[in-house]
């Protein structure tokens, strides 16, 4: 099982390793872990969990570069990924679903424990001080992709609002302080209301010097 688990890990880092915005294998692990995190409380299959936190972001390169949704990417190089390794198809089926189902604009419910807690962990790293970083280096990806190979993600056109900061503070009214309300888990909801107080004393700051004359 930990052989699978760290050549699984091997197989998305070697993906992900040119993956120039906030999608890259230090996310993943972060997932991975508040995945665990969350499991110890709220139950679930800490395997599935693992292998669909690993792989849910592996098809975000294919993303940005033909368009498209990288929630659908991922879970198809998953099933084809773990089919190849030898894993049972209950749990492939299990895995797959997860990813199918985690990502934030799509607003698709997820049909078990594990994929509720996916959804979680991910949107819990949207939050927080690495919310922010997260947030300002995605959208200076996606203004460079639209300049060097013209791909657009409608998903997040505040990314490419003139102004950079109106785009940012577009961004923050619409995703992070929406998520608290998409939470599954209460344990979920205990970790965001942390992260949550930092991203309103930045959001504040930045508003006031924004309005220095």
């Known amino acids: ?41 709220e139950g679930g299959n800490p395997h599935v969990l693992r292998l669909a936190a690993i792989l849910h972001d592996v098809g975000v390169v294919k993303e940005h570069q033909e368009g498209g949704d ?25 895995v797959v679903s997860c990813i199918r189902t985690h990502r934030f604009s799509r607003g698709l419910n997820p049909g078990s424990i594990e994929g509720s807690i996916l ?8 939050l927080g001080a690495v919310g922010i970083c997260r947030a300002l280096v995605s959208m200076g990806t996606l203004r460079g992709l639209k300049h060097t190979i013209g791909t657009v993600k409608e998903t997040s056109m505040n990314a490419y609002m003139e102004d950079p900061l109106d785009g940012f503070e577009d961004y923050m009214t ?12 209460d344990t979920s909801k205990e970790i965001a209301k942390e992260r949550l107080v930092i991203m309103e004393t930045f959001l504040e700051q930045l508003r006031k010097e924004r309005c220095v004359e």
Not at 119 to 126: E, N, P, V
């Open 1 to 41: 099982m930990d052989e699978l688990i760290e050549k699984t890990r091997s197989f998305v880092a070697d993906i992900l390793k040119d993956e120039p915005s906030s999608h890259d294998i230090s996310h993943v692990e972060r997932v991975e872990n508040l995945c665990l995190k969350i499991q110890e409380t």
């Open 70 to 94: 990288h929630a659908v990417y991922s879970a198809e190089i998953a099933g084809n990924f773990l089919t190849e390794e030898g894993v049972d198809g209950e749990t492939i089926e299990h």
């Open 174 to 185: 619409r995703k992070p302080f929406k998520i608290m309300d998409r939470l599954n888990t």
């Open 119 to 126: 959804q979680d962990a991910d949107r819990l790293d949207a």
